[in-house]
């Protein structure tokens, strides 16, 4: 695996979670018979992994420390928003998105460090 893609690993995992909570959550809401059909919890739920994903492609592109502990905190909250609101709306299947999300989270926090450039003093 090439460094690149081995850096961005954890990134992957949670863009890869957060749109398969987005194809649960959009099933549940357009099929009859799912308990939330057009509910505003499971638009919710929706709007939520959109925003997931788009955070993972942000973090996998961040370049600063200080851009990449924002965009995790962010996601962090996020994950447990929707793990929540999951629960609440007995989509179990989103909130196994959300946990393995968190496990990409994770992983992204062990990445390795990008070299820092040397500045001759």
């Known amino acids: 695996m090439s460094s690149s893609l081995s850096s961005k690993s954890g ?11 987005l194809a649960v959550a959009l099933y549940a809401y357009f099929t009859p018979l799912t308990g939330v059909t ?26 600063g420390r200080g851009a990449s502990v924002i965009l995790r ?6 994950l447990g928003g929707t793990f929540f609101a999951a629960m609440l709306l007995h989509q179990w299947w989103i909130g196994v998105a959300m946990v ?10 062990f990445r390795p ?4 450039r040397l500045t001759p003093s």
């Open 38 to 63: 057009g509910t505003l919890g499971a638009l919710v739920a929706i709007v939520a992994c959109i925003a997931l994903a788009i955070l993972a492609l942000l973090l996998a592109a961040a370049r």
């Open 11 to 21: 990134a992957i995992v949670l863009l890869i979670a957060s749109l398969a909570g």
């Open 73 to 78: 905190v962010l996601i962090l909250i996020g």
């Open 113 to 116: 460090a990008r070299h820092a």
């Open 100 to 109: 393995v999300g968190l496990i990409g989270l994770v992983l992204d926090l």
